[in-house]
């Protein structure tokens, strides 16, 4: 019988949509999640930079996801119902506008795969990886290459 060389590697991903994508961040590195509210624009910035808020005190950029991962967004929807995922990334907060939050789930990290080259239409240089899951299969973005 041989043995499964495969190491167990248990973390947390809080899922979340994007133009109906299901999506995951690592938990650690979300600060909170909050409604869309009260965002200032910032004139001549790019179309994915839909503004900023102030949050207790720290401005924080608001990064309308869908629009960064070159999928179609709904700006009216995003203000409606959409959900702010606040992260920390090079020492500032960054708010990514997503359409609603789903989970946290445990996930084991030596189960997720490379990603395609395409998901969903999104690149896949935007993503560590795919989990495979009874949702479906989780994209775990990788907060930094969407950032850059």
């Known amino acids: 019988m041989q043995e499964n060389s495969k190491v167990s590697q248990i973390g947390k991903v809080t899922t979340f949509y994007v133009n109906g994508a299901l999506c995951g961040i690592e938990i650690l590195t979300i600060q909170e999640v909050n409604k869309v509210t009260d965002i200032t624009p910032v004139p001549l910035a790019p179309d ?7 949050l207790r005190g720290k401005i924080v950029t608001l990064i309308d996801l869908g629009s960064r991962l070159g999928l179609s ?26 359409d609603r939050v789903g989970e946290a789930l445990e996930v084991d990290w030596a189960d997720m795969v490379p990603p395609p080259s395409n998901i969903q239409g999104v690149q896949g240089r935007y993503f560590k990886g795919v989990i495979k899951r009874d949702e479906g299969l989780i994209g775990v973005l990788d907060v930094e290459e969407v950032l850059k």
């Open 73 to 98: 967004s709904n700006d009216a929807d995003l203000l409606v119902g959409g959900r702010n995922i606040i992260v920390h990334s090079q020492g500032e907060l960054i708010g990514l506008l997503v």
């Open 48 to 54: 994915h930079v839909k503004g900023i808020i102030n």
